[in-house]
């Protein structure tokens, strides 16, 4: 069974750090790509950012550019670092793994499609 188990969400104040956490099993993990998604209350799921395996592009949405980076430990965890956090940043998180190679135009639109997902992780900055 493919799993993917976010954790690492809390409630900081704005300008703290956070650093959320995907474990993956039950897939091989160089075969699959990763990407992080956020969904607002009210809003649409959206894109933050994503590792390709076959070229090394690390993408990240225009609303965390320079301030979020994401990792992988090459094994069965990804990472996504979350520095000067926003009010703007308060969702609901979520991992996701598609076989490889992920669009970037897939991680734009919300991850549609996308082969498996985890059950989010709540991150909350108040304003």
């Known amino acids: 069974e493919v799993q993917l188990v976010e954790s690492g969400g809390a409630l900081v104040q704005a300008g703290g750090s956070l650093r959320l956490s995907c474990v993956v099993s039950?897939?091989?993990?160089?075969?699959?790509?990763i990407a992080w998604f956020r969904q607002a209350p009210g809003k649409e799921r959206q894109g933050v950012s994503c590792?390709?395996?076959?070229?090394?592009?690390t993408w990240y949405g225009d609303s965390v550019k320079g301030r979020f980076t994401m990792s992988s430990d090459n094994a069965n965890t990804v990472y996504l670092q979350m520095d000067n956090l926003q009010p703007e940043d308060t969702a609901v998180y979520y991992c996701?793994?598609?076989?490889?190679?992920?669009?970037?135009?897939?991680?734009?639109?919300?991850?549609?499609?996308?082969?498996?997902w985890g059950k989010g992780s709540q991150v909350t900055v108040p304003s």
């Open positions: 996701a793994a598609q076989s490889a190679p992920i669009t970037v135009a897939a991680v734009e639109i919300g991850g549609f499609g996308l082969d498996y």
């Open positions: 039950g897939l091989t993990f160089d075969d699959y790509d």
């Open positions: 590792i390709r395996h076959d070229d090394g592009l």
